[in-house]
């Protein structure tokens, strides 16, 4: 110091430095809450394994913490709109009126294919199998941004002009258009104008229902098993 005059350059190049190192430690900090969320997204979550465990006990079914997605051969020949699928959690298996049931927490990569996206999700899913279905291959979802971006994308969406609420509210696709017209009869399209949060599809004696990127409550299983075996019965012929 000279003359009484504080050196100004060093302190300046000394808050620079400062800053920049709170900085640095804040991007850190950053990326490792980034990096355990994904963990925790990616792990098995065992205080909701314990509750699903019990409800499978209410209900009679079967129960795996965890399965590959071989364990439910068919689930593969389905497209997943969602992403795409990894493997079951909370698998149960039992049966509804007779028939081969399933409940389970699928954990998928979010859209993006098997190469891209990091970020995983969960949804629960329902699927009964049974002689009384023969479904034409179909998709029904309620019609979000997704939705519509694909329908401009692809012209997928089947319409009935006779019922724009049911349209308007949901994406039907499928390969055969004849024939999933004919399966939507006035009191399915009644049932779904009724419910309009489901996702449901199926072919052959399958039948899934779900509701999409959501992870049901435990408490609500078993209502929305008793709930896939009144849409079975919609379906059956």
């Known amino acids: 110091m000279e003359n009484g005059n504080i050196p100004v350059a060093p302190i300046i190049l000394a808050l620079f430095l400062l800053v920049g190192f709170v900085l640095l430690l804040g991007m850190i900090a950053f990326f490792i809450f980034l990096i355990s969320r994904a963990a925790k997204r990616r792990a098995y979550d065992t205080v909701r394994g314990n509750e699903m465990s019990a409800i499978a006990a209410q209900i009679s079914f079967s129960f795996m913490p965890q399965a590959e997605l071989s364990a439910i051969p068919f689930f593969a020949s389905f497209e997943l709109f969602e992403g795409y699928a990894l493997k079951f959690e909370n698998l149960m298996q039992g049966s509804i009126g007779g028939h081969t049931a399933a409940v389970f927490d699928l954990a998928y990569r979010n859209v993006g294919g098997s190469g891209g996206g990091t970020t ?100 609500q299983i078993q209502q929305n098993v008793m709930f896939l075996g009144v849409l079975h019965d919609l379906f059956a012929q």
């Not at 899913?125 to 979802?141: A, D, W």
């Not at 319409?159 to 009191?187: C, H, V």
């Open 120 to 219: 995983t999700s969960r949804q629960t899913m329902y699927v009964i199998e049974s002689s009384l279905l023969n479904l034409p291959e179909f998709y029904l979802r309620p019609e979000g941004v997704m939705e519509r971006v694909l329908n401009t994308l692809d012209r997928v969406d089947i319409d009935f002009a006779e019922r724009p609420g049911f349209s308007g509210r949901f994406m039907l696709y499928g390969k055969d258009e004849n024939a999933i017209r004919s399966l939507f009869t006035p009191p399915k399209l009644d049932f779904f104008e009724r419910i309009p949060n489901l996702c449901v599809f199926g072919r052959g004696n399958y039948l899934f229902l779900y509701q999409s990127r959501t992870p049901a409550p435990p408490a």
